[in-house]
């Protein structure tokens, strides 16, 4: 079993959808989540993190944790073709370090 | 805004030669790593370094050493170059503690022929 799993997809939604992307993982020592967004042949971007049970909300991005699930969202609402891109989720262990997912692509349709 | 660069975007190389790769970060950082990303594998690390002179291994170091004698500045060096070394490499810094998280340079292409 991976360590961080998430669908690769290509997720398609059209534009104005709300786009729903899901992880889990399996370091139950987790501490904190980091949600990345890489356009293709750019480098990952941070877009927010979340480290208390519950949601949070940052513009049309909503990050939910739920920790005795091992399972960690990101919500896009009003998605535009722009979102259009892989998402990248990262647990942050208690060494701080960070283990990637493989990621979820993304597509919005206009 | 954090600034990490990387030295090149493009590099094309040959099977054994020796390949140098920086970084350099301009918000005084103290960690500093390099991954790996290739197509189905998702981002790989390499090597990182807690501080200057310091570093660690991380998934995958065969083939790999780094450098760090600046503070700002981590090296990734390919002793020699292999085909299956072809990927992009991108560097990150962070700062301490939790909720740090990781700010990556543009990345650089490398290509072993």
């Known amino acids: 079993q991976k360590e961080v799993e998430q669908n690769s997809g290509p997720l398609s939604v059209p534009e104005g959808a709300i786009a729903s992307l899901n992880c889990t993982y399996s370091?139950?020592?987790?501490?904190?989540f980091f949600w990345y967004r890489q356009y293709s042949g750019k480098s990952p971007e941070l877009i927010m993190f979340?480290?208390?049970?519950g949601d949070k909300e940052d513009g049309r991005f909503t990050a939910q944790l739920n920790k005795a699930s091992q399972y960690v969202s990101l919500l896009i609402r009003d998605s535009q073709p722009s979102d259009s891109a892989t998402y990248l989720c990262?647990?942050?262990?208690?060494?701080?370090?960070?283990?990637f997912g493989g990621g979820t692509r993304l597509m919005v349709k206009p | 805004d954090v600034k990490v660069t990387q030295s090149s975007r493009y590099l094309v190389k040959r099977t054994g030669e020796k390949v140098f790769l920086e970084c350099v970060q301009d918000?005084?950082?103290?960690?500093m790593f390099w991954y790996r990303q290739d197509p189905g594998l998702g981002l790989r690390l390499i090597y990182f370094?807690?501080?200057?002179?310091?570093?660690e291994k991380g998934d995958i170091p065969e083939g790999y050493s780094v450098s760090r004698e600046k503070k700002e500045r981590f090296s990734l060096i390919l002793e020699s170059a292999s085909t299956n070394q072809t990927s992009m490499y991108l560097c990150?810094?962070?700062?301490?503690?939790?909720?740090?998280?990781?700010?990556f340079g543009n990345g650089t292409r490398l290509t072993v022929t």
């Open positions: 990150a810094s962070s700062g301490p503690g939790m909720n740090s998280p990781l700010h």
């Open positions: 370091d139950r020592g987790s501490q904190s």
């Open positions: 979340i480290y208390s049970n």
């Open positions: 990262a647990p942050q262990n208690a060494g701080n370090m960070l283990t």
């Open positions: 918000m005084d950082h103290e960690n």
């Open positions: 370094s807690y501080d200057v002179k310091m570093k």
